[in-house]
């Protein structure tokens, strides 16, 4: 599984801001999931942009075989819901978490589901 950030994501700050808020969003996760005791579940990547600009910061989370998410709204305030939600994204078969057991960021952040690849013939 895969979390993507956008690392270019303005978030209303200023283009010259440095490091923009999605590059800041990327670290924080990035520290947070290394000072976590186990072994992560989900590998963050960076994305230079998800375009999705009018909700930045944004993210994607992905796996092979399953549904696809795409997320805006998102701050660095964050990154406990965003780890948690992308544990438990891991940890089912088809993507599909529980709505209640979802994060209130991810059930209210969602831009996109997206349906997994279809499997070779």
């Known amino acids: 599984m895969t979390l993507h950030v956008c690392v270019s994501c303005l978030a209303g700050e200023d283009r010259d801001a440095s490091p923009r808020a999605g590059a800041r969003l990327y670290q924080a996760l990035i520290d947070t999931q290394q000072r976590q005791d186990q072994p992560?579940?989900?590998r963050i990547a960076a994305a230079e942009c998800?375009?999705?600009?009018n909700r930045g910061c944004s993210a994607a989370?992905?796996?092979a075989g399953r549904w696809s998410y795409v997320y805006g709204d998102?701050?660095?305030a964050a990154v406990d819901d965003l780890l948690a939600g992308a544990g438990r994204?891991?940890?089912t078969?088809?993507?599909l978490v529980p709505w209640r057991e979802r994060p209130t960021i991810f059930r209210k952040g969602v831009i996109a589901r997206i349906p997994p690849a279809p499997q070779p013939a």
């Open 40 to 42: 992560p579940h989900v």
């Open 89 to 91: 994204y891991a940890a």
């Open 50 to 53: 998800l375009s999705n600009c």
């Open 74 to 76: 998102l701050t660095e």
């Open 61 to 63: 989370l992905c796996g």
């Open 93 to 95: 078969a088809d993507g």
